[in-house]
């Protein structure tokens, strides 16, 4: 049997079993208490834990939390021109939220649903009898279950000042009030939860793709200490180092030359990727694999939603260093990740899904020039016409890592040990020549370009910014006049967890 882990829907019977507050006891029924008989149960009970990457809701709204919450406040994003229909999200876009935004709350509560899933399975599984399953397979199944408890406890710390440590399976609702913790005490139990990870397995065979690996637990580590470096001064060059550490530990990958397709459905899982959220068309038994992201990335005219689209910061900087590329053009990663209007999609080959950009773009024959995302649509206009998408979300690249590592090094003062690093993600996606510049501060600015154009609507910008202590300037070179760096640095805690802990 395909035990591919695409995390999304799964038997109504599993989501019975992981419910935190069964009363029912009849013989005849599963609860939480009877459900953990073998490894099949210990296998579903995971599945509900992955489950929640993608907010486990319905095919339309997975886009809807996610880009909002992580990238409308980003300086290189402009809302479009659909999303401004939607007053929760343009709150989140001009600042102007407030604890009961919708957007908001759903994305804090999706991640504590997964981290009680976890914390179901870290409890039961680590109760299971040999008889029951195999101690191999119990410590692999409790560490992925370690893994995606700090994972999305990592999340909520990214995007929250002071986060709830949930460290054990509710069961009683006496326990569900409880204090926030300190960021330094939320930063330790998340490294604790990543390094039980690190035990896991490197690699799985294919019947297991998109399960978490060492590699991931390594990346993610590494990412922690790199976070807190910033956060704890006096401790900076101690989390450098143990971040240079975590990231040397990230092996077996390599860049992908292809770089458009990590992000269109035709190179799922490849080997630059090393955390990837699996989806699938097959509806067999029911099942809901598929995603509508491609029509809520896509410009309306593309025939999408137009809710998110590239700015002229984003633009400007892809263009800084000129056509310098070897094939004569600008850094690469900006045509496999925008569309716009240039000689490169206006040349008669049909490179804007079988036609010219000025075909796409134009009124009663006019052209204009309207940059819009190309990342994450289909390679095809079959593709791009259905109604529903496969696309895999890769959550951690190699890229990252390398860049990751290379931010480290450099602050460390280890500047040329950084150089190569940022010189090969430059030549194998963006077909550029090595850098130019070889101070401490020369790499520390080409690592903030390369970031900046590397990982568009992969929304790690927001976190790349306030670790660099430059968001504020980042929202006043972007117009973004409602922000505030007090108040928005983070996002509040939402209103319907206030309701419902009396201890907040």
């Not at 909002?68 to 994003?77: G, H, L």
């Not at 959220?277 to 939603?305: D, P, V």
């Not at 306030?466 to 505030?484: C, H, I, P, T």
């Amino acid at each position: 049997m395909r035990k591919t882990f695409y995390i999304f829907l799964f038997i109504t019977l599993l989501f019975a079993a992981c419910d935190d507050y069964l009363t029912l006891e009849s013989p005849d029924q599963l609860t939480s208490a009877n459900f953990w008989r073998n490894l099949q149960d210990a296998e579903a009970g995971l599945a509900a834990a992955y489950s929640q990457l993608e907010y486990s809701i319905d095919t339309w709204a997975f886009a809807e939390v996610k880009w909002p919450v992580e990238a409308y406040r980003e300086d290189i994003i402009n809302i479009g021109k659909d999303a401004m229909n939607y007053p929760n999200w343009v709150e989140l876009y001009h600042f102007t939220y407030t604890n009961g935004n919708s957007q908001i709350s759903e994305y804090w509560w999706n991640n504590y649903t997964g981290i009680s899933f976890a914390n179901q399975v870290i409890e039961k599984v680590s109760q299971m009898s040999d008889e029951k399953i195999s101690p191999t397979a119990r410590n692999q199944i409790v560490n992925e279950a370690y893994f995606l408890r700090g994972y999305y406890h990592l999340k909520l710390l990214l995007n929250w000042e002071e986060i709830i440590i949930r460290d054990k399976y509710i069961t009683d609702q006496k326990d569900l009030s409880k204090a926030t913790s300190s960021r330094i005490d939320a930063w330790d139990f998340i490294i604790d939860d990543f390094k039980r990870a690190t035990r896991l397995p490197a690699s799985y065979d294919p019947d297991n793709v998109g399960r978490a690996t060492n590699g991931a637990a390594y990346s993610y580590l590494g990412f922690v200490y790199l976070t807190r470096a910033y956060e704890e001064p006096g401790k900076k060059q101690e989390f450098l180092e143990l971040a240079v550490n975590a990231f040397q530990e990230v092996k077996g990958y390599e860049l992908e030359k292809d770089f458009l397709s990590m992000f269109s459905g035709d190179n799922k899982n490849c080997k630059e990727s090393i955390f990837e959220l699996q989806f699938s068309m097959s509806t067999a038994n029911g099942a809901n694999y598929r995603t509508q992201l491609h029509k809520w990335m896509a410009a309306e005219e593309l025939g999408g939603w137009d809710e998110i689209l590239p700015n002229s910061i984003l633009m400007d900087e892809y263009k800084k260093e000129g056509q310098i590329s070897t094939k004569g053009l600008y850094d690469s990663r900006l045509y496999q990740t925008i569309f716009f209007r240039c000689d490169y999609f206006n040349d008669g080959k049909g490179k804007v899904y079988g036609y010219d950009y000025d075909d796409w773009f134009s009124i009663d024959g006019v052209p204009y020039d309207r940059p819009v995302f190309r990342k994450f649509l289909p390679s095809t206009l079959e593709g791009l016409n259905q109604n529903y998408c496969a696309i895999n979300i890769p959550l951690m690249r190699y890229a990252n890592v390398l860049l990751m590592k290379a931010e480290a090094l450099n602050e460390m003062g280890r500047t040329e040990e950084a150089i190569p690093l940022i010189n090969e993600v430059r030549r194998v996606h963006g077909d550029m020549p090595p850098m130019a510049g070889s101070t401490e501060e020369e790499v520390r600015e080409q690592i903030e370009h390369e970031r900046m154009i590397e990982f568009p609507l992969e929304n790690f910008r927001w976190y790349d910014l306030r670790r660099w202590d430059k968001l504020s300037e980042a929202m006043q070179k972007s117009g973004r006049d409602g922000f505030n760096v007090e108040k928005n640095s983070f996002y509040p805690i939402p209103l319907t967890e206030i309701n419902a802990n009396d201890k907040l």
